[in-house]
């Protein structure tokens, strides 16, 4: 499996059996960035939850996360005001970047919109190297989005 396309069909699939008829979204977000994590070797995998009016940390993979992110605040809560994907090339541009770690050097940061519009929470993932995400990583990590909160599709 060389290429970034077929690790992530084989993903999604494996995603899409994995949560087929589970109910606790917290157990989904923690296996699904578990797979995302161990297939694609990210340096930092997770969900953030909207609760109380922020973004509080979830389930992940990685190293230590900042436990709490303000709406509008760093490419998360950027992601959620805009309710759309944020690819960044290079976290040093960002403005207003946050950063857990030294150690990332770019970002992708996915909403996931439940059926009734609402951002619930958001899957961000950061690479150790500049420009690691693109458009492939976009559309498969939107699609898995889409699977955990749109299940009865699945």
């Given at each position: 499996?060389?290429?970034?396309?077929?690790?992530?069909?084989?993903?999604?699939?494996?995603?899409?059996?994995?949560?087929?008829?589970?109910?606790?979204?917290?157990?989904?977000?923690?296996?699904?960035?578990?797979?995302?994590?161990?297939?694609?070797?990210?340096?930092?995998?997770?969900?953030?939850?909207?609760?109380?009016?922020?973004?509080?940390?979830?389930?992940?993979?990685?190293?230590?996360?900042?436990?709490?992110?303000?709406?509008?605040?760093?490419?998360?809560g950027?992601?959620?005001?805009?309710?759309?994907?944020?690819?960044?090339?290079?976290?040093?541009?960002?403005?207003?970047?946050?950063?857990?770690?030294?150690?990332?050097?770019?970002?992708?940061v996915?909403?996931?919109?439940?059926?009734?519009?609402?951002?619930?929470?958001?899957?961000?993932?950061?690479?150790?190297?500049?420009?690691?995400?693109?458009?492939?990583?976009?559309?498969y990590?939107?699609?898995?989005?889409?699977?955990?909160?749109?299940?009865?599709?699945?």
């Amino acid at each position: 499996m060389n290429s970034k396309e077929e690790k992530y069909q084989l993903l999604t699939q494996q995603i899409g059996a994995l949560i087929a008829g589970e109910t606790d979204e917290i157990a989904v977000m923690a296996n699904v960035c578990a797979l995302i994590h161990e297939t694609m070797g990210f340096l930092w995998t997770g969900f953030y939850r909207v609760k109380d009016g922020e973004l509080l940390l979830g389930p992940f993979q990685g190293p230590l996360a900042c436990m709490h992110i303000a709406y509008g605040r760093g490419v998360c809560g950027t992601a959620w005001k805009q309710r759309e994907t944020i690819v960044v090339p290079d976290v040093e541009a960002f403005p207003g970047h946050i950063a857990c770690s030294s150690l990332s050097r770019s970002e992708i940061v996915v909403p996931l919109i439940s059926p009734d519009g609402e951002v619930r929470a958001v899957l961000d993932i950061d690479s150790k190297e500049l420009a690691t995400f693109d458009s492939v990583d976009r559309h498969y990590l939107e699609a898995i989005c889409r699977m955990i909160t749109h299940p009865s599709d699945l």
